[in-house]
């Protein structure tokens, strides 16, 4: 039952601040951070569940909803959804703090538009049927498209649709995908189902069967995204609203990243396992070939995507090799990127508000400027490096580590790819913060409050991962095992 | 006495933390705060030095499982042994004079470079520290590596600290990016110590290196060769050299403490560390060994010709460095380390003589500017500047029987004669007579009163207030670099060689005279005349074969050609992401074809229909007779 309010309680809370604003803004404000709230308590309350039980469920509800086609309301949280779901409430609540002072155009639409994202995406964390898993993959879309294309800056429009028509080919993949598991599973067992647990076990046979995984891959890894499924999202985040509380929820949670996880590795272990060579030389193609565009890039924004391309690669890498230590890596690697880039992009927000630019070649000497905000970003940039005492060195480290055994070679190369990353992230402090002032009509604002207090909320999150990754790793170790175990048996 | 490595670590964490979060506060907190935790810090480390001393046990202390998933287990322990005693008194006890010094250098300095803050540069000395801790104090791999990057981090941090100058923020840069491409080395080796052994403990990697035989030993040459790649990048040896020199336009004191006595020598420490892994792989050895020659030469060679003192002292770092890898080249591992101390003292000592002149001669780095200003300060002041280099200029290069540096270096050459490696041993001689060359033209050109051609005197109104923080440092460290600084005994194990009074005793006379005459060179050449020095090495040598000197091998313009250009031409070539360009100009003109072909079959012309609806019927018709 709980499972059932964590998913309903975001898409209530998006109706109740769309209609409060009528009434007056601050309480469209109050309940949207107030849905936020309840749900952080429910996942924290989930956490402390999950830490208590020995199974790999921490909670299920079951029930039937088309009985026809064998299709259930059936959710499921082990330690992956939770953790990831975590992360996800985690940044919602830390976008709706943002845009309390950004957004000022149909106040309530927003709420509605970013809860109901949030309620998707919890949604597809949750959903332990395939067909609720697509239902909620393709209502994420449109709150999405909306929100560009009504808060975005220039080319709003156009950006939306670009967004739109490639999360729409990764929709219909998705859907082509499971239908056909679905039918072929209805062959050979004569019961139509689209539940998860019952389609782990499925029998199909070995070409369609890595045809399904190829599809299940294409379209998470257009999702994710990787090389070179990408071009979507360089634009998105450039003409994304101008403060990026968006951008924290809708492009950085990595639903992709858990579909890969959950639906290729969980139903496809051994074609993902004979795929995952091909699927590592992608994921290093996509470490330098966002490294090296990152590198040239002059929008703060685009920059940042494409250094999401390139550690996206990392991820890939990590879930396709498929035993304890790279899953696990990736997660973390998952999580504490996220948070490290929503800083980022938080502060590309504050560079905006006092410089009215993203374009780096404007910006320059404002270390010893802005109040605090060199020094949050210096410290961001040191977890983006993936140096020690970050939760990102945690992440790529067992991402590697796991690795080594089986591509030594693939793990060495993607490695070096870490210098490429040091390049353009420390070429972006040295053109933004270091060297001359270059801009004279330079808005001296200090952080308020609530803003330093976000930037050091998500500094000590990934401190705390750095140094304490046990709490991540106890919390999803479990589920971990049982998948690694399935691969590990077609070694 | 359990608890006590974790207590000098705190203290530098407490001030980082403190000094990261609180901003604005007077210049005196932040000193106080800035060195406090370091004395405290120091203090405990003195406690642990007395402690050890006492009983010589190594020990363990557990502070928390750091991972723990399936079979990977890493813990935060701490490790103290004979090693990381000496390196954590020397760190401390460096890092505490220095600290106290650059309190003086940099409050001196905030006169002539306006806006920096105090606390920042505080933060990140104090945060050099911990790292420089944790790497000394570490007990595992991962441990290691954590304070490996850190270090390198602070470094890249404090090169570029005065951030409004872009040279300094380019020489930040690269410092940072060759350290990394040895750190990611470091990373590598450590995943294939893990595939060989399953543990990254230091001390099961011992007990497990005794219990093998030798037998494929590839794999160990594999595993040692990664290392290396790591220390040199660290240590500065050829062919990663080059950020070192670049990393002098850093505050001097931070070029005194991270690219002089510490962080320098870590690679040192970490080969000695595991050094049971390197015994295993000769051929790496002798790479080592090979690097470490050609660096002293090279950088003992470059340094004759450079003119910045701070330059001249890099170079001579990056030889003395050399010496160590030399050290570690022919297995003597106690000599590497009793060079890391003393090599520590003297650098010390001479880098923050030299920052102090600095601040006294106008900023200027250069020796022949030095030269002219330096006159124009009171004679106490020129004498006590005089014989802080004399004694570190001698230490440096080894004068006999009276400084430190005989007894380390002397040890070195010593011992490759005596392990029969006779060619390092000539190249040890060799490098011993150009330090003593460079360091006495240096010493000799700044000082000497008789080229006083162009001298510049300036009216220094306000005359520099020495206080005690700028004196004491150099008092302890003077004493240190003389014979009694040689007197602290390591508390390690000696490496066992067979001892030969005759050959010891032939070997100190040969390389006493090689110094000494070196030394009467360097007298003869400077003392009268240095003007037309720079050209008549010019002619003889041709202006190329200066600037390759001149950059120690002009590995930077090899860099800049093979690396950098290429990196930077694929960038530019693909600005705006091909991918895109793709998609635009063909499936978008794909799309756009089949749009136009069938807004054209749709025409509103009825017989045109007509006629596609029959040929349907019947080809559907043939087809289904076909079928």
Known sequence: ?491 | MKKILILICLFPLISTLLLASLRCMSKILVCIIGVGSIVSSTIFAILLAFYYYLKPNPFLEHLYSWISIYDVKINFNFYIDGLSVVMICIVNGIGLLIHLFSTWYMCENFKYKKDYLLSRFFLYMNLFMLNMLILILGDNLILLLLGWEGVGFCSYLLISYYYRVYNNVISGFKAFITTRIGDLFFAIGIFFVWIQFNTFDIQQLLTKFSLLNNTNSFRYELIAFMFMLGTISKSAQIPLHTWLIDAMVGPTPVSALIHAATMITSGVYFIIRTHFLFELAPITLNTIGLIGTITLLLAGISALTQNNIKRILACSTLSQVGYMFVAIGIKAWHAAIFHVMIHAFFKALLFISAGSLIISCKHSQNILKIRSIFLSLSKNIRIAYYFCFVIGGSALSALPIITAGFYSKEKIILLSKISGYNKIWIVGLVGAFITSIYTFRTILIMFNKNINKFIIFFNNQKPLIYNVSHNLPLFILLILSTYLGSLIKIPMQKEITMYNIEVENCCNIISSIIVIVGITIAAKIFLFSNVYYMDIIEVVLGKLVLNIIYTIGGFDWLYIKLVIIPYLYLVRINKFDCITFIINNIINKVILFFYTVMTKLHNGNLSFYLTIFIVGIITSLLMSNIL
């Open chain 1, 1 to 491: 039952m709980i499972l059932l309010c964590f998913l309903f309680i975001p898409f209530i809370g998006g109706l109740l601040s769309l209609s409060f604003e009528k009434i007056n803004i601050k309480y469209s404000r109050c309940s949207a951070l107030f849905t936020m709230i309840i749900l952080l308590v429910l996942s924290i309350y989930l956490c402390y569940l999950n830490l208590n039980t020995t199974n790999i469920w921490v909670v299920k509800y079951r029930t039937i909803w088309i009985d026809r086609f064998g299709i259930y309301l059936n959710l499921a949280v082990d330690g992956i959804s939770l953790s990831m779901v975590l992360l996800s409430v985690v940044l919602g609540l830390l976008s709706i703090i943002c845009s309390f002072k950004e957004i000022n155009k149909c106040i309530g639409l927003f709420y509605f538009n970013l809860l109901w994202i949030l309620g998707s995406i919890i949604g597809v964390f949750l959903a332990m049927d395939l067909f609720l898993f697509l239902f909620f993959w393709e209502i994420m879309i449109f709150p999405m498209y909306f929100i560009i294309s009504m808060w975005g800056s220039a080319y709003k429009e156009q950006i939306a649709i670009k967004f739109f028509i490639y999360t729409q080919i990764s929709g219909v993949i998705l859907l082509i995908t499971i239908f056909t598991l679905v039918v072929s599973n209805f062959y050979v067992t004569g019961k139509l189902t689209f539940e998860y647990q019952s389609l782990v076990n499925a029998q199909i046979g070995d070409k369609v069967g890595v045809l399904l995984m190829l599809g299940l891959f294409i379209s998470f890894a257009i999702k994710l995204p990787i090389f070179p499924l990408h071009t979507w999202l360089p634009d998105v985040m450039a003409k994304n609203p101008k403060y990026g509380s968006l951008d924290l929820i809708g492009i950085l949670i990595k639903t992709a990243a858990y579909g890969l996880l959950r639906l290729n590795l969980g139903l496809f272990p051994k074609q993902s396992l004979s795929f995952a060579p091909y699927a590592m030389i992608v994921g290093i193609i996509s470490i330098y070939y966002g490294a090296v565009l990152a590198f040239s890039q002059r929008n703060i924004k685009r920059l940042m995507a494409y250094s999401s391309i390139s550690h996206m690669g990392y991820v890939l890498i990590g879930i396709f090799s498929s035993n304890i230590l790279s899953l696990q890596g990736a997660i973390m690697f998952v999580i504490s990127n996220t948070l490290s880039s929503a800083g980022l992009i938080i502060i590309s927000g504050l560079l905006y508000e006092r410089l009215n630019t993203f374009d780096i070649r404007f910006m320059g000497g404002l270390f010893g400027k802005l109040g605090a905000i060199p020094g949050f970003a210096l410290s961001l940039t040191l977890a983006v490096l993936g140096l020690p005492g970050t939760g990102n060195f945690i992440g790529e480290f067992l991402i590697l580590l796991g690795n080594f055994k089986l591509y030594p070679k693939i793990t060495i190369i993607s490695s070096l790819g870490l210098i490429l990353t040091a390049i353009y992230s420390l070429n972006l402090i040295h053109k933004v913060y270091y060297g001359k002032t270059k801009n004279k009509a330079l808005k001296n604002i200090f952080l308020n409050f609530s803003e330093v207090n976000i930037l050091s909320i998500i500094l000590f999150l990934i401190f705390i991962s750095g140094f304490y990754p046990q709490i991540i790793f106890d919390l999803s170790i479990k589920s971990i095992t049982n998948i690694a175990q399935k691969t590990m048996f077609f070694y």
